[in-house]
T-cell receptor
């Protein structure tokens, strides 16, 4: 059972455009929602994260929007740059039950930003 | 250098062989994790450890064994490698008293022939 569904699988955006990646989850026990960025040949690295007590979090050009009632969250990359070309993973972690800190990842989105 | 390292970075082995992937972190993080990354599947958790001598299964543990006798090391062993275990393996660590953030190693690309 896939607990975090991510879309699209791949995305091509022109430089300066907005990249939008969406994720949906099923487990209402999830209470931490990070996004990881992975460049080719590297391990994933935390980009930005949100908890369900806020609906939006912004860090520079990266914004997470969170809709608790719909159980959806999304990553928006404003003014996308070629250097943003990477694979992006959404993830979620529960808050109790001995499973704290275990991340369930989406399948990833390959973002290509054309110059 | 401080951080999280994995060895080897690349490994080719034959079906049925035992192979061990090493993971070492210098932060004294309590939590450590092993993931495999496959096209179309994203990152899937194999095993994790909350502290030395405490390990637990993740989503895809079959065919893998872990141990953690020291806080800084978390080796992953494939007891009898199969072609379906061809993958990129990532180790990660986390200091959960500070945050949920997981720090990933550079990965090991394993090919089973």
């Amino acid at each position: 059972q896939q607990q975090v569904k991510q879309s699209p699988q791949s995305l091509i955006v022109q430089k300066g455009g907005i990249s939008i990646i969406n994720c949906a989850y099923e487990n209402t026990a999830f209470d931490y929602f990070p996004w990881y960025q992975q460049f080719p040949g590297k391990g994933p690295a935390l980009l930005i994260a949100i908890r369900p007590d806020v609906s939006e979090k912004k860090e520079g050009r990266f914004t997470i929007s969170f809709n608790k009632s719909a159980k959806q969250f999304s990553l928006h990359i404003m003014d996308s740059q070629p250097g943003d070309s990477a694979t992006y993973f959404c993830a979620a972690s529960p808050n109790s039950g001995g499973s704290n800190y275990k991340l369930t990842f989406g399948k990833g989105t390959l973002l290509t930003v054309n110059p | 250098d401080a951080g999280i390292t994995q060895s080897p970075r690349y490994k080719i082995t034959e079906t049925g062989r035992q192979v061990t992937l090493m993971c070492h972190q210098t932060w004294s993080h309590s939590y450590m994790f092993w993931y495999r990354q496959d096209l179309g599947h994203g990152l899937r958790l194999i095993y994790y450890s909350a502290a030395a001598d405490i390990t637990d299964k993740g989503e895809v543990p079959d065919g893998y064994v872990v141990s953690r006798s020291k806080t800084e090391n978390f080796p992953l062993t494939l007891e009898s490698a199969t072609r379906s275990q061809t993958s990129v393996y990532f180790c990660a660590s986390s200091e959960t008293s500070l945050s949920y953030e997981q720090y990933f190693g550079p990965g090991t690309r394993l090919t089973v022939t």
